[in-house]
């Protein structure tokens, strides 16, 4: 069992910029065994993919929307996955969630590839 556990959101203005962390516990050691990825949900619409990074974080995917913007790292020594949002937008407004999976060396973007999920934590941007 492992708990993740998201921190750092918050309200911003456009343009600004926030880090979301994503801390897991239960996983020991081994932490670098899993690849993590953020979600995020806003208002009336469906979860969506937003990155991927993989055990050792040399792999790293970005949704379009995102790309560019958004950076994706690890700390495996940490146990914590980081996000960091550049340029924020009012349509990056969501219910951000950290995501954990094992047992794959492929690239991971799909809500049903990942085993555990964090609470999520709440980025607002005005406008």
């Known amino acids: 069992q492992v708990q993740l556990v998201e921190s750092g959101g918050g309200l911003v203005q456009a343009g600004g910029s926030l880090r979301l962390s994503c801390a897991a516990s239960g996983s020991g050691r081994t932490f670098s065994n899993y690849y993590m990825g953020w979600f995020r949900q806003a208002p009336g619409k469906e979860r969506e993919f937003v990155t991927f990074?993989?055990?050792?974080?040399?792999?790293?995917r970005y949704a379009d929307s995102v790309k560019d913007r958004f950076s994706i790292s690890r700390d495996n020594v940490k146990s914590t996955v980081y996000l960091q949002m550049n340029s924020l937008k009012p349509e990056d407004t969501a219910v951000y969630y950290c995501?954990?999976?094992?047992?794959?060396?492929?690239?991971?973007?799909?809500?049903?590839?990942?085993?555990?999920w964090g609470q999520g934590t709440q980025v607002t941007v005005s406008s």
């Open positions: 990074i993989n055990w050792s974080g040399g792999i790293t």
């Open positions: 995501a954990a999976g094992l047992g794959s060396w492929l690239v991971r973007v799909k809500e049903d590839e990942y085993i555990y």
